[in-house]
């Protein structure tokens, strides 16, 4: 986020406009706490987790009385234009903030989910599930040594997106995620079959949402049909912090400078997103429309690699 809102900066006071941040999200948008942003301002913060001007689930912004505080709040700032960064919920009250305020809005994706509708990918994304594959390279190292069965559980409370390339990138024998239903007691033969053909370590990557409950409910599920010992390990925040990668700041580099080109172009009420290596418009109502869903397919691929 902190690399879009560097790109939104100084992309904008290049194009001769005058940016303004807005604190705390859209509590702070409620509030009026808007501060007027400089090149220097946003210098040294591209390699930086996080956002430096802070998030939040604003309560109140659901509100028709909170939405027009905020529009009252642009009204009387004067502003123009307002670049949104988020997620789901953050495209989603960008939209109904389009009721109520008559500027352009455009909003950038940021998930680490990868589930928004209209984009091959989000700000983020590619950050976390290398963060996820680091810790489950270091797994890995304990699994093979003390002949153990690890679940890991990743994010992805209604995408499986994270689980499946992680598992692909980790050598995993197995994903679950909330996209393709696993039965337990295949999976449980799979389990035996490559621990008789002399495999010390297995690897499973587990998604928050996926049907049975989570890692450690699958993992109680299991233990008392393997002789091996399953440990669990839940990833959980890690993967929302730390410096982003190449690709995430390219990313949110590209599409922030996308999204004030946008607005001057006068489009509003869209989602800039990245179809095939190309920056799109995508109207926020298709983007919020539903979950953009994993690639299940991706399962048959994870299972043909794993003997």
Same mark, same amino acid.
């Given at each position: ?73 642009? /009204? ?6 307002? +670049?949104?960064?988020? &997620?789901? #919920?953050?495209? $989603?009250?960008?939209? =109904? @903030? *389009? ?46 040594? /003390? ?6 559980? +990743?994010?992805?409370? &209604?995408? #499986?997106?994270? $689980?499946?390339?992680? =598992? @692909? *990138? ?138």
């Amino acid at each position: 986020m902190n690399a879009c809102m560097r790109a939104v900066t100084r992309h904008g006071l290049h194009r001769g406009l005058q940016v303004f941040g807005v604190r705390e999200g859209y509590d702070g948008l409620i509030r009026g706490d808007l501060v007027r942003l400089s090149a220097r301002d946003v210098g040294n913060v591209i390699q930086r987790g996080g956002t430096v001007l802070g998030s939040s689930r604003s309560r109140e912004f659901r509100t028709p009385a909170g939405r027009e505080a905020a529009a009252r709040s642009l /009204q009387d700032a004067a502003i123009d234009g307002l +670049v949104v960064c988020g &997620g789901n #919920g953050t495209c $989603a009250g960008a939209l =109904a @903030l *389009a009721e109520q305020w008559s500027g352009g809005i455009i909003a950038i994706p940021a998930s680490i989910d990868n589930d928004i509708n209209g984009t091959d990918t989000t700000v983020g994304y590619d950050t976390a599930i290398n963060t996820a594959l680091e810790a489950i390279d270091r797994i890995r190292d304990t699994a093979e040594a /003390q002949e153990r069965i690890f679940l890991v559980e +990743v994010m992805g409370r &209604g995408c #499986g997106a994270i $689980a499946l390339d992680v =598992a @692909l *990138a980790g050598g995993a024998v197995a994903a679950l995620v909330p996209e393709a239903p696993v039965d337990l007691d295949a999976l449980l033969r799979l389990l035996t079959t490559w621990r008789d053909a002399g495999r010390r370590s297995m690897i499973i990557i587990v998604a928050e949402g996926e049907e049975h409950g989570g890692a450690f409910e699958v993992a109680r599920r299991l233990q008392p049909h393997v002789p091996t010992d399953i440990r669990v390990t839940v990833l959980g925040h890690i993967q929302r912090g730390g410096a982003p990668t190449a690709a995430s700041r390219i990313l949110a580099t590209r599409l922030g400078v996308a999204a004030v080109d946008a607005l001057l172009d006068g489009a509003t009420s869209v989602m800039v997103g990245l179809k095939g290596n190309q920056v799109t418009l995508v109207p926020l109502h298709e983007a919020v429309a539903a979950q953009r869903p994993a690639d299940a397919a991706m399962l048959q691929i994870i299972g043909g690699l794993a003997g």
